[in-house]
Every structure is written in C-alpha cells, then in structure tokens.
C-alpha cells in the first residue's frame, strides 16, 4: 500500500514550491492609493458608470472633478452628488477627442491623484454595415480621446511625488478581452487601452504612478439603453454570457481595485475567468492571482474552447434560420458540404 501521506507531500511540494517562487518575483509589491481628500478627475462623469464613480469617490471623501461634452448633464450630476453627499464637484464641458480643450480643463481642475478615463461611446453593428464615420467616432473617442486626457494630464501627475502614489485608471470593456461580434471597432478601441495601458504602466512606475484597467460586464447606464435599441441579436446572446450589472456596483468594484492598484480590474466571475484567460503580459501584483494564472491557466483556456464551441453553435443555428450556408461552411469546413 502505498503511503498516502507522502502521496499527499508529493502533489503539495511542488505547489509550495510555486508559491514560494511567485512569492519571491511578483512584482511590484501591492500598494494601496488613498482617495480621501485628494483629487478625483473622471471623465464622462455625468452619466452611467461615470457618474456612479464620482458619486462613489465623493462618498468617500474625495474632491471630485468630472469631465463631458454636454453641460446640462454635467450641472445636473454635480446637483445629484452635492445633494446626496455634500460634496461640491467641479465640471468641465469639453470633448476628449479635442485636446486644447481637454488641457485647459485639466489645468484649470488643478494637480490630479486619480485620473480615470472612463468617456466611451459604442455602436454595435457589423462592420460590413458600420459606416467608416461610425467606426472613427469609436477610436477617436474612446482611444484617441484617452491619450489626449492622459498626454495633458501626465505631466503634472508626475511632478506630484510627495502627494503619494497616483493612479491612471482606463476603462476597458470585457469586449475589451474578446472580440464580440458586432464590435470590431468597439473591440478595437478597448483592446487598444490595453496595449497603451501595459506600455504606460512601465513608463510611469518609477515615478509611483499606477496603472489601472477595469474590464466591465454589460452594464445598466442610459450608454447602455441607447445602445440595445438597435445591437444585432447575436451581439446580445454572446454579451449576455457575462451576467449584466449595475453601475454602482461596477463603480465600487472598479474604484476598490483602483485604490488597491490592481492592473487587471475585474467586476464579476466571468471576469475572473477573463483575467486568467487573458493574463498575457500583464503586470500582476497579487501572487495569488498569479498563482491561479499559472495553475488554472490550462483549465480556463479549456472553459473558453467551450464558451467559443457554444458561441459558434449559436452562429450555425442562426445562420440555418435565416438561411445563410456561408455559416455552415466556416463551421463545419467546406468537406462536410
Ligand atoms: N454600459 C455598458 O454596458 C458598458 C460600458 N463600458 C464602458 O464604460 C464607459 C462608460 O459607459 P456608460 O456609463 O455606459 O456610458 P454613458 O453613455 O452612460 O456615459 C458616457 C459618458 O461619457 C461622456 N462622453 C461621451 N463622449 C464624450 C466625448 N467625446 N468627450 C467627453 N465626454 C464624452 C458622456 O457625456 P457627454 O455625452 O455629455 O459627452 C457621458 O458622461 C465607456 O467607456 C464604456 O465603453 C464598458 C463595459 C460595459
Ligand atoms: C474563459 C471563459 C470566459 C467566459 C466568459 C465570457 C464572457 C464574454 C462576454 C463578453 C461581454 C462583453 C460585454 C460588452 C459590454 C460593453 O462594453 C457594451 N455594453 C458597450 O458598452
């Protein structure tokens, strides 16, 4: 018989061993960035996932600054959060995609602790039908739009050093982790914030700044009811894989992982299985994480095989009812015809 103690040994050493490991390379260390008191700076903060952030920051004692294009909705968000809170919040009417604008406003708000680029804008649409007008609105605002509020915002940000750490969050999408039909641009925009975001986050470390992504569900937020009035069917099936939340809940999730500087932000379990599935090069300070990474990754990519098969299902019975072949032959090869 074989001793089932030194069977036990010989599975958990070698993931002591890991742990140890990952323990010692995890890199860097986990950093907490307070925002009582200091600067929030948000941008589309007057409406949805935006404007549940500010009213999130300023409950927690942050000054808060909010940035958009239409000033009513400005005025009216700064009423609801004064009213609600008591906090006063400034407001900046300009467009990121303009950025003389957007550096005035930054100056004018003062030296920033937490930028977060939250603007974005999304029509879903198959690229085939999209207009080229609709698919630059996309980039420009919500990639173009963010290196325009970061290149005004940085410079200061880095003068800031006896402030403590600063963080430079991103708002990514989980259509930011996988291509989603009916989002080539949208997909694009978002997948281009990670690039920027890696490549940043190396940029600005040494001047203990933070980078932060935050990868959310399909989220209830006035964006949102505009949206679904016209996203193709398909688009809705896959999204709906991810279960759908509010936009205070995204924000509290969002603004904790912010404050705990966490490269990766997820907001529900599927994106818990997103973030391992897509761990890639991404900075990771929590060797916990890294070690679900390292020991999971095998199975979540299986996970996602199966999300994909389902997906393609879906396609195909699609593709039968309306009566498209092309479907089948992408599914099945041209062989099986
Ligand atoms: N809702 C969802 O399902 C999800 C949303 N996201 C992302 O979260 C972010 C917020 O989305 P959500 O809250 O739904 O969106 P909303 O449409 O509800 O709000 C968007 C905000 O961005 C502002 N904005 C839009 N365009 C510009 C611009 N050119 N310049 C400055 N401000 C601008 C809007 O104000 P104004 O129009 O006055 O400029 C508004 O304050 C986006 O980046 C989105 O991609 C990610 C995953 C899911
Ligand atoms: C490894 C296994 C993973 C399994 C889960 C996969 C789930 C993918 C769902 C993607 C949902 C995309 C929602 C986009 C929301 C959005 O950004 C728009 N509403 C526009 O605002």
């Given amino acids: 018989m074989v001793d089932l103690s030194f069977l036990a040994l010989l599975l958990?050493?070698?993931?002591?061993?890991?742990?140890?490991i990952l323990y010692v390379i995890v890199r860097p260390c986990p950093v907490n960035i307070p925002i009582k008191n200091r600067h929030v700076f948000i941008t589309g903060g007057s409406s949805g996932i935006g404007l549940a952030l500010a009213h999130q920051a300023a409950t927690e004692g942050a000054r808060v600054s909010i940035l958009a294009r239409s000033l009513d909705k400005l005025e009216e968000a700064k009423n609801y959060i004064q009213l609600s809170t008591g906090i006063d919040v400034s407001i900046f009417a300009a467009d990121v995609r303009d950025y003389d604008a957007v550096s005035k406003a930054v100056e004018e708000a003062g030296p920033i602790d937490l930028l977060i680029v939250n603007q974005g804008v999304f029509v879903a649409?198959?690229?085939?039908?999209?207009?080229?007008d609709e698919v630059r609105f996309m980039v420009d605002v919500n990639l173009i739009g963010s290196f325009n509020m970061i290149k005004a915002a940085l410079p200061e940000m880095k003068k800031g050093e006896d402030r403590g750490p600063r963080s430079i969050a991103l708002m990514s999408s989980q259509a930011?982790?996988?291509?989603?039909?009916?989002?080539?641009?949208?997909?694009?925009?978002?997948?281009?914030?990670?690039?920027?975001?890696?490549?940043?986050?190396?940029?600005?470390?040494?001047?203990?700044?933070?980078?932060?992504?935050v990868f959310p569900p399909d989220t209830d937020t006035p964006g949102f009811a505009e949206e679904n009035k016209r996203r193709p069917p398909?688009?809705?099936?896959?999204?709906?894989?991810?279960?759908?939340?509010?936009a205070e809940d995204v924000a509290k999730r969002a603004l904790d992982g912010i404050k705990s500087a966490s490269f990766i932000v997820r907001?529900?379990?599927?994106?818990?299985?997103?973030s391992i599935a897509t761990a890639g090069m991404s900075p990771q300070r929590s060797f916990v994480m890294a070690f679900l990474e390292v020991v999971a990754g095998g199975l979540v990519r299986l996970v996602a095989l199966c999300f994909q098969?389902?997906?393609?299902?879906?396609?195909?019975?699609?593709?039968i009812a309306l009566g498209l072949q092309l479907s089948v032959v992408g599914y099945f090869g041209p062989s099986s015809l």
Avoid at 125 to 132: R, S, T, V
Wanted: proline residues 1%; glycine residues 12%; contains cysteine.
């Fill in 12 to 20: 958990l050493l070698p993931l002591a061993l890991l742990f140890l």
């Fill in 125 to 132: 649409e198959e690229l085939e039908k999209q207009g080229l």
């Fill in 176 to 213: 930011g982790q996988v291509g989603i039909y009916g989002y080539t641009a949208y997909s694009a925009s978002k997948f281009g914030l990670r690039g920027l975001g890696e490549a940043l986050q190396q940029e600005v470390i040494s001047h203990d700044i933070h980078v932060s992504l």
């Fill in 234 to 246: 398909l688009t809705g099936i896959i999204a709906e894989s991810s279960g759908a939340m509010k």
């Fill in 267 to 274: 907001c529900n379990f599927e994106g818990l299985l997103l």
């Fill in 309 to 319: 098969w389902s997906w393609d299902l879906r396609f195909v019975v699609l593709g």
